[in-house]
């Protein structure tokens, strides 16, 4: 028996995490949901890329009437760990054994088409050989197609499957079967001219659908990477200090009392409580701050945030599932499962289209045997309905139409995951947009210098570029950036006797002159005092979003530094573009609302679509308040607090400058960090989309017209395969067209 799933209380439900195997198309996952909607009570979405369901069920049913719903559907279900991604690895197996099966198939097929289209090539018995080199095409190769379409019919149902498969077996039975009929057939090449084999159909329909089952497979296989690459972020081991000694053990070893030390540059192993220690810690990765936070004893600290100046000594809090880390992996989870699947236009048509041409191909048969017919034009015709149906250029018109696009994009550094994808961007018209890193640069640097009388600002950013170069701070390390740059890029003044504090500011000799860099009491401490008329600039400035540091020489304040996260090269522009493309751009961010406001008025977003100062939990619920609002929302960010806001989004679109979570949790990635590549990801989607719906129509006029044709005995199997071709031409030309797309 299974073991009991991770519960979440829901009211007087809870929610039910199933992985389910099997599924291969729309109408599965419909299936599936249908089935377990039949329990009362029970709401289920079932997720095709994750090869999940998150089930919303009373206390009253129990997790097996759950599986054996599920398996009523055709389907094989178990319980799964909710927050386990190593336990995502049926699409990994999936690939594994379709590629012997693409590279059997595709060799076999190669020579089959030879001999059977060119008649140059052919040679006596060329039929029994094309036989022979096909049947382990269309048993072995293509038995995912056969088997997908054998559990189907068992529950009454049909897929495309139905027809690939049924498209194949009839392609070659009908060829076998004329073979067998008149063994000399393709006794000799000139005699063959004439021969109705379409052994060449079957394998070039099943090789052509296996390759795209097996970029299926691979995209589903990545589904899982944001959860894994979340977890990769937490520290691997911590240092625990019992008794005075220092101990190395595993950081999932710790729990909530146990105290460890975090030495400079190292990670942060679990949530915790500050001792004793000071330093500047950086959670910009969780938490979107693009300044380092200033800590002591007494603060909270987040565990995978990296501690950058002093070393801390920490009281863990909370470990294991409970920590913020883990906390952000269920938001990802969720959000992931609860997105609407979004069915391929294909399946969403193929469940009319399939019964329909099973049936017409039936009647055919009794129609033609009713009027007088032979079996022998009975079964011309009713085979030639479905190798006119045989939907080569359906399946085709998806993944070759995908392959173009994310080929074109591979070169513009675009990362398109999959169809869904291209339908998000067709009817997206909010975007919302994180701050650091996707608008701004994420890396501070110095905005102004304020000076009082008889000082100069190159002065006082040399003097304090001097003693902050001595400093491993952030803020230091970027005021004495700006200092060597002012400097012509020279070399700055030597410091004596260094002295810092966390959370304080540094101090030394430069040129005999005692200079201190800090806040305003790291100031007093030494003995100098803030004049008052630097004061109102001063608030102006922190007023603003900017983070501002004092500089005194010999006891007397000469100055204030103010830094600002700079915004990039181009996100103005950017942002004109994506208003061009009738999307509203909302900026939303962990950082202060002064800091938001003043980055939005640069980049040209009204104040009124400004949201700051939400943690990962709280830019979830602004996306999802906008969408409930009535828009369709997509998102570009690039930081692990963006991840779960990524993944709710209807599109997430991830800055290539960013995190691997970031990267795994959206739809788009963009491999630059230029904003205005999301606008030529948006373009480059609809175009895409655009062209598949193109191969689409064509694809379903071709079978249309095709099959009322065939079924009245007009069109042989010959024409109806050499047609079948034409159509998957043409979806191919088509196609091609996207590696013409421009900037």
């Known amino acids: 028996m299974p073991q009991a799933a991770p519960q979440q209380a829901y009211g007087e439900a809870r929610v039910i995490e199933l992985a389910i195997e099997g599924m291969t198309c729309a109408s599965c996952v419909s299936r599936v949901e249908r089935k377990l909607g039949k329990l009362e009570g029970v709401t289920a979405t079932v997720n095709l890329p994750l090869e999940s369901a998150r089930v919303l069920a009373p206390s009253g049913i129990s997790d097996q009437q759950l599986l054996e719903q599920v398996s009523a559907a055709g389907y094989s279900a178990s319980l799964r760990e909710r927050h386990a991604a190593q336990h995502e690895t049926e699409p990994g197996r999936q690939r594994a054994s379709l590629v012997p099966r693409l590279v059997v198939a595709a060799a076999l097929t190669v020579p089959t088409f030879l001999i059977s289209m060119v008649p140059l090539l052919r040679f ?41 498969s049924l498209g194949i077996v009839a392609a070659y039975a009908y060829s076998a079967g004329q073979l067998i009929a008149n063994p000399q057939l393709t006794a000799s090449p000139g005699e063959a001219m004439g021969a109705e084999l379409y052994f060449e159909v079957a394998d070039v329909v099943a090789t052509f659908l296996i390759l795209g089952r097996l970029l299926e497979a691979r995209a589903k296989d ?17 240092m625990l200090l019992k008794d005075g000694v220092e101990y190395r053990i595993p950081a999932e070893q710790l729990v909530p009392g146990d105290v460890f030390v975090v030495r400079p540059g190292e990670k942060i192993a679990t949530d915790g409580l500050v001792r004793s220690g000071t330093s500047a810690v950086d959670a910009s990765l969780l938490t979107g701050e693009s300044v380092p936070v200033d800590l002591g004893p007494g603060d909270t600290v987040t565990g995978a945030t990296i501690n950058t100046s002093g070393r801390l000594v920490v009281e863990a809090t909370r470990a294991g599932s409970e920590t913020t880390l883990a906390a952000m992996g269920r938001l990802v989870s969720e959000a992931q499962s609860s997105k609407a699947p979004i069915a391929r236009l294909a399946d969403r048509i193929s469940g009319v289209f399939v019964p329909i041409v099973l049936g017409v191909a039936a009647l055919t048969f009794v129609v033609w045997m009713a009027v007088g017919g032979s079996t022998d034009a009975a079964v011309t015709a009713a085979v030639s309905v479905l190798v006119i149906a045989c939907p080569c250029a359906l399946g085709l018109a998806t993944p070759v139409g995908l392959l173009a696009g994310s080929g074109r994009g591979a070169q513009l550094g675009i990362l398109i995951r999959g169809p869904q994808v291209l339908e998000d961007t067709r ?7 994180d701050k650091t890193g996707t608008i701004t640069t994420g890396r501070l640097g110095v905005s102004a210098v304020d000076v009082v009388p008889r000082w100069t600002e190159r002065d006082v950013l040399r003097l304090a570029g001097a003693v902050e170069a001595a400093s491993e701070h952030p803020v230091g390390k970027a005021i004495a950036q700006a200092a060597r740059a002012a400097n012509d890029g020279g070399r700055l003044p030597d410091v004596e006797s260094f002295a810092s504090a966390g959370g304080g500011g540094v101090s030394g000799l430069v040129e005999g002159r005692r200079v201190v860099v800090g806040r305003e009491p790291w100031l007093r401490a030494h003995g100098a005092e803030v004049p008052s008329g630097l004061r109102g600039q001063f608030s102006a400035r922190e007023e603003a979003g900017a983070t501002v540091v004092w500089v005194a020489v010999e006891g007397q304040a000469v100055g204030a530094v103010s830094l600002t996260d700079t915004v990039k090269r181009g996100s103005r522009d950017a942002v004109v573009r994506l208003k061009a493309l009738g999307l509203r751009p909302v900026l939303l961010t962990g950082d202060n609302a002064a800091v938001a406001r003043r980055v939005a008025a640069e980049v040209g977003i009204a104040p009124s679509d400004v949201i700051a100062g939400v943690s990962p939990e709280g830019k979830v619920d602004a996306v999802r308040r906008l969408q409930g609002a009535g828009a369709t929302v997509a998102m570009a960010g690039d930081g692990v607090n963006d991840a779960a806001a990524l993944a709710q989004a ?44 193109t191969n689409l129509f064509w694809a379903f006029a071709y079978n249309t017209i095709g099959i009322p044709v065939a079924a009245c005995g007009l069109l042989s199997p010959m024409i109806g395969g050499a047609a079948m071709a034409a159509s998957s031409v043409l979806v191919v030309a088509n196609s091609l067209r996207l590696t013409r797309f421009a900037r």
């Open 124 to 164: 006596p018995d060329w039929g029994w050989w094309a036989a022979l080199l096909s049947l382990p095409v269309v048993t072995w190769a293509a038995w995912p197609f056969h088997r997908a379409a054998l559990r189907a019919a068992r529950h009454g149902s049909s897929t495309m499957d139905t027809l690939v």
């Open 222 to 238: 990545r589904a899982g990477s944001a959860l894994r690459a979340l977890l990769d972020l937490g520290a691997r081991d911590a």
């Open 427 to 433: 009817s997206v018209d909010t975007i919302v947009l």
């Open 650 to 693: 209807d599109l997430g679109i991830a800055m290539g400058s960013g995190t691997d979570v970031a990267r795994e949790a959206a739809d788009l990635a963009v491999m630059g960090d230029d904003l205005g590549q999301v606008a030529l990801a948006i373009e480059l989607s609809r175009a895409t989309l655009r062209i598949i719906k």
